[in-house]
Nanobody
């Protein structure tokens, strides 16, 4: 059975940093593209970033380029999202997803709130 679990969310002031983690088990992690999404209140879920199975390619939505960095450790079945220079508009539930072909596995999400 596949489990995808995010952690690391919380309350942070504008300009601050957080690092999200996502551990995926029950699958061959090193074969999966890993993606981060987020959903703000009243808005649709949106793509944030992704990383290829062997870390040779990364992608980001324009609104986070230069502030967020995605990385992964295949030995630990973990993908990370380092978020710097956080803004109030980054407030959302952040979700991790493991993708390989038609297989997609979502985590339950972790709340990130950027506020004074």
């Amino acid at each position: 059975q596949v489990h995808v679990v995010e952690s690391g969310g919380g309350l942070v002031q504008p300009g601050g940093s957080l690092r999200l983690s996502c551990v995926a088990s029950g699958l061959t992690f090193s074969r999966y593209v890993m993606r981060w999404f987020r959903q703000a209140p009243g808005k649709e879920r949106e793509y944030v970033a992704d990383i290829s199975a062997n870390s040779d390619m990364e992608g980001y939505v324009d609104s986070v380029k230069g502030r967020f960095t995605i990385s992964r450790d295949n030995a630990k079945n973990t993908v990370y999202l380092q978020m710097n220079s956080l803004k109030p508009e980054d407030t959302a539930v952040y979700y991790c997803r493991a993708d390989m072909g038609v297989d997609h596995y979502w985590g339950q999400g972790t709340q990130v709130t950027v506020s004074t």
